[in-house]
């Protein structure tokens, strides 16, 4: 049988409306070439990485309005990782993902930011696919 306690709860959930959707944006796989590596030779010949974001948008606009000015715009975003990563060479992946996010939480209103970076093949002295670095950082 059910708990007459349970109707309550349901009733005031539908007095008070819906919640808004937390929001979470996604982008695997951006493909960007820079100048990122411990050796100067690695920084000069530079190399492909694999960057995957997550962004946490919380409440947005664009759940109701279908608005993209409501929201974070991805283009934007792929954008900014990849100026963030031109703009300087970094020794270390952990240093480039700490740059993206900080760059990232100050331009958009986001309650925090995951980078991962990847260096498909790094140049090691064994055999090893991939190497990454995953960085989070939460809005202060």
């Known amino acids: ?50 960057l995957d974001l997550r962004l946490d948008a919380g409440e947005c606009d664009a ?10 715009d991805y283009a934007q975003v792929c954008e900014m990782a990849n100026l963030v990563a031109q703009q300087r060479s970094y020794k270390t992946l952990e240093r480039l993902c700490t740059a993206i996010a900080d760059r990232l939480l100050e331009r958009y209103d986001l309650g925090a930011v995951w980078v991962k970076a990847a260096k498909p093949e790094p140049p090691m002295a064994l055999p090893v696919s991939e190497v990454s670095v995953e960085v989070w950082r939460e809005a202060e």
Do not use: K
């Open 1 to 50: 049988m059910d708990d007459p306690e349970d109707y309550d709860e349901v009733e005031e959930d539908d007095e008070e409306g819906h919640s808004e959707p937390e929001v979470t944006i996604e982008v695997s796989g951006l493909s960007l070439f820079t100048h990122v590596g411990v050796t100067a030779a690695e920084r000069e010949v530079g190399q492909r990485l694999l």
């Open 63 to 72: 759940t109701v309005t279908d608005r993209i000015e409501d929201t974070v």
